[in-house]
């Protein structure tokens, strides 16, 4: 039997091509269960306050950083959204006097437009919060150089060379609507992938790269980023690939309540804790890396009961 159609593009793979059985039993997930979905290589995190969410995904760089030697270089990959960590890893870093010289950092994506990476005086630019939200925060006598500061550009031939040499402890992430990390979309349903997504084989093979967008990601990026404006947001992106994602000793993914939504939220932790893997759902992708957290605040979990509004 060929798939079905998206509910939201036919065009696009998405998670709504699923067997109806894992969309119905993700939904049925209490907190209480998905907490027990924890196996070796994947491991569910709860924390009841946002000030304790945000404080671990901050911890999460300065203890990869802490790491670092010249001789040794460490380094994070880090997301825009959230963003609330980044004030917070420059305070700690201040506080506690740490000198970051030797470590590094990647961004996880960008913006693409006019046929090139948006400019950071754009208004969306993810290079711009990076800095601005924290390593022009952090004391210049602590903070690394800038040629340890890895944006990817339109060219990703630097940004895919700087990930050799250098140990990416963790890569963190968030979990976008259309079940993404960073922009690691499902893809069009055309070509090849006319009647079947690619496989999770082929779909790894994908480096850093210039991506189209699933439509509920511009749609989604223009109600968190820019309220609601979707003629604001650029249809495509630079992306960390799956090649880059497999290479940093730990996948950290956090879940604030605010991107992903409840069902979303169910979803992917199902799919990885079973190891049901389906690129029309990038994220269960992660069920093949072996070692990853999902970090959940409490109150951001919610129900997927139907509730009239």
Same mark, same amino acid.
């Given at each position: 039997?060929?798939?079905k159609l998206s509910s ?79 004030p917070l890893v420059a ?45 022009? #925060? +952090?004391?210049?006598?602590? &903070? ?7 944006? *990817? ?5 630097? %940004? $895919? ?84 994602t497999w290479k940093a ?25 079973? #190891? +049901?893997?389906?690129?029309? &759902? ?7 890396? *072996? ?5 959940? %605040? $409490? ?11």
């Amino acid at each position: 039997m060929p798939r079905k159609l998206s509910s939201i593009s036919p065009d696009w793979w998405d998670y709504t091509t699923l067997n109806d059985e894992i969309i119905q039993t993700a939904a049925r997930l209490t907190p209480e269960k998905m907490l027990k979905l924890s196996r070796p290589g994947f491991r569910v995190v709860f924390y009841d306050t946002l000030e304790e969410f945000y404080l671990a995904e901050a911890l999460e760089y300065v203890a990869a950083w802490k790491e670092s030697t010249p001789d040794n270089p460490v380094g994070i990959c880090g997301p825009i959204g959230p963003t609330e960590q980044l004030p917070l890893v420059a305070r700690i870093v201040n506080e506690l006097g740490l000198s970051i010289r030797s470590a590094h950092f990647w961004g996880m994506d960008e913006w693409f437009a006019n046929d090139r990476e948006v400019p950071a005086t754009h208004p969306l630019s993810f290079e711009r919060a990076d800095r601005e939200l924290c390593f022009n #925060r +952090i004391r210049r006598e602590l &903070v690394m150089p800038d040629s340890h500061l890895h944006f *990817p550009k339109a060219d990703t031939r630097a %940004y $895919r060379a700087s990930w050799e040499g250098v140990r990416c402890a963790v890569m963190q992430g968030g979990q976008g609507d259309v079940k993404h990390w960073a922009f690691n979309d499902p893809l069009p349903r055309q070509g090849k992938f006319k009647n079947a997504p690619p496989s999770a084989a082929e779909y790894r093979k994908l480096t850093t790269r210039v991506v189209e967008l699933h439509p509920l990601t511009i749609a989604q990026n223009a109600r968190t980023s820019g309220g609601g404006n979707i003629a604001l947001v650029p249809t495509q992106a630079i992306s960390v690939g799956p090649v880059e994602t497999w290479k940093a000793g730990k996948v950290s993914i956090w879940h604030a309540g605010k991107h992903d939504n409840p069902f979303g939220q169910r979803l992917t932790t199902w799919m990885i804790s079973r #190891r +049901i893997v389906d690129a029309a &759902v990038p994220m269960s992708l992660l069920a093949e890396h *072996p070692n990853v957290q999902f970090n959940f %605040y $409490r109150g951001g979990i919610g129900t997927c009961e139907t509730e009239l509004h």
